[in-house]
Structure formats: C-alpha cells, structure tokens
C-alpha cells in the first residue's frame, strides 16, 4: 500500500482544531497495560469432560502506554476489544494475565479504599449520555454527589461554587441556568459535557473515553471532541480516546494504536499510523472509512473478523490478509519498528521478510508474488 491513503475528515465532518499537543515533557507513562490478556468464559453448556473450558479470547497480551497531556487512539472494529481493554485500565474486570500500571505502579485493586482510589484517578467516560445519569436527580445533585464524594471537606456554598466551576468548563453557562433542571431537560451533546463534568469534579489524571462522541449527533460531535482534548490539555491529563473512527484519530490523537480480535498490530504518532500504515488490517481500515470525497469503487468490503473463542492461530489477521504468507499462519508476529515509535505486527515488517521502508501494496521484499497467496487465503 502506498503511503498516500487518503483519510476523510472524522465522521461528524469539520476537523476538530488540531491534532492534540505534545503534551508535558516527562516521558513516563501515567498509565499502562503491560501485556494485559482478559479472557470471558463462554456462557451456556458444560465443557465436555477432558476438555478445557471455552473462553472468548477478547485482549490479548496488550502493552499500550498513555502519557500526561497527551490523547492515544484506540482503533478497531466492533468486537475487536477495545471496550474491555478500556475496563481492563480503569480496574473494572480482574485481569486473565498481565499488570496495569498507574504512575509506575502495578495496581490490582478490585475492592476498597485502593480500588476507589484507582477510580478517581482514572476516569471512564461512557459513550451513552442517557443511561449514565439518574433520570430523578437534578444536574446539581448529580453534580452534587460527585464534589462530595471527591472533595469530602466541602460544603454548601464551597460545593456550589465547585459545581458552578464544573459546569463552567464544560461550557454550560450560565451555570444557574442549568443545576435546577433533569437530565431529560438536556440535549445529548449537553448530557456528554456534563458526564465529563462528574468526571472532572475527580480531578482525574487519566480520562478513558469510550466512543464519547458515537451517540451524538454529527453537529455536536466537534464540539465535544474539542472540549476533551481542551481539559486534557490544560490539565496535562492522559486520555484514551475510544473509536471505531480511524479517521477522526488523525486530528483528535496525538498516538493512534489499531487493535483487530484482541490483539494491538499497530501502533505510533496517529500522523504515521494513518497516512503511512504499515499493517494491512490498518490499510483496510482506512480504505474503508466513509470518505464523501471517495468514490464508491475506493471504498473495500473488509470482510468479517475471526471467532475469539477459536482465534485463527499465528497472526489473527491472516485469514484476511492479502499478504498472508505460510509464516503468518504459524507464528505470531512480534511488533517490528517501522521509524520512530512507528510498530507494526507483521512478518511483511521482518528484517527477513521486508527491508525497511517497504510496504505491502507492490510484493514486499523478500516476498514473492506466489509468497503472498490471494485475499481470504490463510
Ligand atoms: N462481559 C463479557 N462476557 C463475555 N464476553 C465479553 C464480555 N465483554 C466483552 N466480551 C466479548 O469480548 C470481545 C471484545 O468485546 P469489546 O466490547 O471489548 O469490543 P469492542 O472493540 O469494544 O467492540 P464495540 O466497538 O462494538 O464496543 C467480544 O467478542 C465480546 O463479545
């Protein structure tokens, strides 16, 4: 593939401001999945005896680093785990293998004082408004209960100030206007700004958004997107950014990591990922983003991801990839360095396999044309 792709503007349309900042200069991670693997039993019927039991494969020896003032990108299909590996970092399932990390630190706290402290820190942002609010309580109870329970010193006219600041940030304003009404009273868009307000009143250092724009409306996606990466900007937080929308990943991320049936294959500055990606899934991926600019003929049937709990064995791409060579189907790929911070997992990549810079598209070097068998053969 060439290096051209061409990337539609986010679904939703205008481009948010800009790509987000560089964010601080300190190079260690606040948050971290180090080789995180989440395995669900399959519900319904008993393992026949002998056999082990059935698991959905659902993350799979997932390592991704978020950093302070900056906003990383998770990619993928519908099912591909992006959603669990968002619980998995915000301590809401019990890991299968592997460590989250927080400052450094390996966090395991599912329960009690530690585990709310994990939860202040890192907050998830869900990608329904509605469901996430008490339909009975008004805008300053919802807000109410939040400030007490992260600021448990506060009270009366202290706690309204906090609210009216909160409401402030996220631009509803005047905030008067706002406390005394019910969720029902409030658009979608303004129900997102205000789920982002409960989870400013934490003063969290991670924000895991989680397809936060998915439900809006096409015209109030920007603002929204907009008004994230401006808080997490201002205070220097790390945001994981949630999306099926590899598109919108190129303006609103700083880092884009793409994840197919559970597993990262790639990852890097979202400038590289999405106008030079190197791993065929992410090619595909961005040849089939809606492009009104696009002809139809452009856009590719992508074809269906793989059972998880039968994952195709070596890369999990394989029975997809145009590029699949007989390796593919027996090894898993490690991530190989494309240029800086640029990786990619597939053997095309492999100093045996590819010389730097090459790319699928033309036949990779030290790939024959008969290597690399047609599209849908594993
Ligand atoms: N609680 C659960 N129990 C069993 N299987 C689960 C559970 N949660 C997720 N899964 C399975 O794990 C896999 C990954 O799901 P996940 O929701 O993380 O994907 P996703 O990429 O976020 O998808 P979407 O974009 O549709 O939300 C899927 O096969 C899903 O059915």
Aim: net charge neutral; proline share 9%; charged share 20%.
């Amino acid at each position: 593939m060439s290096g051209e792709t061409t990337v539609p503007t986010p679904a939703g349309g205008a481009r948010p401001e800009a790509a987000a900042g560089t964010g601080s200069a300190d190079p260690r991670p606040v948050l971290e999945a180090v080789h995180v693997t989440k395995h669900f039993p399959v519900r319904g019927g008993l393992p026949r005896r002998g056999t082990p039991r059935r698991v959905v494969h659902a993350v799979e020896d997932v390592t991704l680093s978020l950093y302070a003032g900056r906003i990383t990108a998770l990619v993928g299909e519908s099912g591909s785990g992006k959603s669990t590996l968002a619980r998995l970092l915000a301590q809401l399932y019990p890991l299968t293998g592997g460590e989250v990390r927080l400052h450094g630190q390996s966090v395991h706290a599912l329960r009690g004082r530690a585990f709310r402290e994990h939860v202040r820190k890192v907050q998830l942002i869900l990608q329904d408004p509605f469901a996430s609010f008490n339909p009975v309580a008004t805008i300053a109870g919802t807000l109410n209960r939040a400030v007490a329970l992260h600021h448990p010193g506060s009270r009366g006219k202290d706690r309204d100030a906090v609210i009216d600041d909160l409401l402030t940030q996220i631009n509803l304003v005047p905030p008067r206007q706002f406390t005394a009404k019910y969720p029902h009273e409030l658009s979608g868009g303004q129900l997102q700004r205000l789920s982002i307000a409960r989870a400013l009143a934490a003063d969290p250092d991670v924000f895991l958004a989680d397809e936060p724009v998915s439900s809006l409306d096409v015209s109030i996606r920007l603002g929204v997107l907009n008004l994230l990466r401006r808080l997490t900007e201002e205070r220097n937080a790390a945001m994981l950014y949630v999306t099926h929308d590899i598109a919108s990943a190129r303006y609103f991320a700083t880092d884009t990591a793409v994840m197919y049936a559970g597993q990262l294959v790639e990852s890097g500055p979202s400038e590289a990922v999405t106008q030079q990606a190197a791993h065929p899934y992410t090619q595909l991926l961005i040849s089939s983003a809606p492009d009104p600019a696009r002809t139809a003929e452009r856009v590719r049937d992508i074809g269906q991801p793989p059972s998880l709990i039968d994952p195709p064995s070596g890369c999990r791409f394989h029975p997809r990839c145009p590029y699949a060579m007989a390796r593919c189907a027996e090894q898993a790929p490690e991530p190989f360095e494309i240029s800086p911070g640029h990786t990619a997992r597939c053997w095309l990549y492999a100093q045996d396999a590819a010389s730097p810079g090459a790319a699928p598209g033309t036949t990779a070097p030290g790939t024959t044309a008969s290597d690399a068998p047609a599209p849908g053969a594993s």
